[in-house]
């Protein structure tokens, strides 16, 4: 730890085009007590992705995001952010990163405005002539300009959130990280704090999340990984992720029998009828094949669609479970 060596960079700011804003190579961490919490974990987090970090409770997202942090030492293994390496070069890192973990620490006797001017003022670099517009802006982005006056204590826990964001985004940064943010927060709670990472990141700046919500991840982020158990299971863009498990095709008919037997002459598997409604698996060939071979077979046909393949579906089929196990 300390220094940076000869060979590295002297700023973030120089990491080199293309390199990922995250990059961990078998990031390894046990605990003291001999829990394996992350595992060999190889992420990388493209510049100006929103990365959704996605995993059951347990699933080791807290200990790999304080990792990366310089909050703790991995055991094992390596991580880069912005370029540098860390826990290394965590001091230099550190300014160009706004973190939002475990919930914002605030003063309840503050107004929200004073507690940003606290958080300003311990900031060494910050200078204090533009200090309070500075806040004031910060305010605005985050929505909180008319409750700038009230105590803290008196905010919703939205509200709260988004102070601490506010907190994040007193200076122009580079990545920010997002611990469960929308955690405890009511739908509106949490409307609020999506719109405002989407505005964040069309501003340019990378943000990774971590989040237990498959479809929060499917609403904001462009790129996703999959933990389990403190192992990687997947990561790429959301899309992709999602097109990594098949659709489901869906037939509409009265005559359920009759095209459950040709489906399954088709090649489709998995077949099952439910009333109307006939679902298989979206086999290889031509689907407009299958749906000639149903109506030729005198099969009355009211709908014949594929239903796109969820982050959901691609997380059970990559686990063999549902996404609400506890870790
Ligand atoms: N300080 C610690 N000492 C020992 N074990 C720990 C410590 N912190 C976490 N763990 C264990 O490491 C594993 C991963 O925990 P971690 O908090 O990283 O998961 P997570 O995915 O962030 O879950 P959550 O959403 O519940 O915070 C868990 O089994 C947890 O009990």
Known sequence: MGEPSATEPEQPGEQEAGEPVIATRALTKRYRGGQLAVDGLDLTVPAGSVFGFLGPNGSGKTTTIRMLMGLIEPTSGTARVLGRPVPRATRAVLPHVGALIEGPALYGFLSGRDNLLRYDCADPAADPRTR??????????????????????????????????????????????????????????????RTLIRALASDGTTVFLSSHLLDEIEQVCTHAAVMAQGRLLAQGPVAELAA????????????????????????????????????????????????????????????????????????????GEGFDVAG
């Open 132 to 193: 309070r517009a500075r806040v004031a802006a910060a305010l605005d982005r985050v929505g909180l300009t008319a409750a700038a006056g009230k105590k803290a204590k008196a905010y919703s826990l939205g509200m709260k959130q988004r102070l601490g964001l506010a907190a994040a985004l007193l200076q122009p940064r580079r990545l920010l990280v997002l611990d469960e943010p929308t955690n405890g927060l009511d739908p509106q709670g949490m409307r609020e704090i």
């Open 244 to 319: 990594g498990a098949r659709g489901l095709l869906v037939v509409t008919t009265p005559d359920g029998a009759e095209a459950a037997r040709v489906l399954k002459e088709q090649g489709v598997g998995d077949i099952t009828v439910t009333g109307d409604r006939v679902t298989g698996e979206v086999p290889d060939r031509d689907l407009a094949e299958v749906n000639a071979a149903l109506v030729a077979a005198g099969v009355r046909v009211r709908g014949f669609t594929v239903e796109r393949a969820s982050l959901e579906d691609a997380f059970v089929a990559l686990t």
